[in-house]
């Protein structure tokens, strides 16, 4: 399933982020993450309906000091304003990435995570594991018939 981004959703995505979108033509959307206090800043972009061999795709790219990271196939994303954060998700059969933007400017990537560790009881997970089950369990209650 490929979610059909709205005007809506690319609002709530800047206002958690605390960063107003920047259209660059009709399919991308920027955002400039500052965070002053510590000195960070990131661009956060995302590309809609990227035609792939015929098939339609979306991408979210961020851009930091000295990092680069990307997110194919992009099927859903919370923005949380509790957390201050929007993850993005794309799921491939078993496997699932995410790519948490947060409104401090920090990013996280986790990338293609068994659903067995997201499913699973995070505390009996090796540490390492840990805060990348508790980061993608978001994903637990979404189905092929997710909506936003």
Do not use: W
Not at 26 to 36: I, T
Not at 82 to 104: D, H, P, R, W, Y
């Amino acid at each position: 399933m490929i979610h059909q981004f709205t005007k809506e959703n690319i609002d709530t995505i800047g206002k958690v982020l605390g960063a107003t979108p920047k259209p660059l033509g009709n399919d991308v959307f920027r955002f400039e993450v500052k965070n002053d206090e510590e000195q960070r800043k990131l661009a956060l972009e995302i590309h809609l309906g990227l035609d792939v061999n015929g098939e339609p795709m979306n991408m979210v790219s961020v851009y930091a000091y000295s990092t680069f990271l990307q997110l194919h196939n992009c099927t859903a994303f919370v923005a949380s304003d509790m957390l201050q954060q929007v993850t993005f998700f794309g799921k491939s059969g078993s496997k699932t990435s995410g790519l948490i933007v947060e409104k401090a400017s920090g990013c996280s990537l986790y990338a293609n995570v068994d659903e067995s560790i997201i499913a699973g009881d995070f505390t009996q997970l090796p540490e390492d594991l840990m805060m990348c089950g508790i980061a993608l369990s978001l994903t637990e209650s979404m189905d092929d018939d997710f909506s936003f």
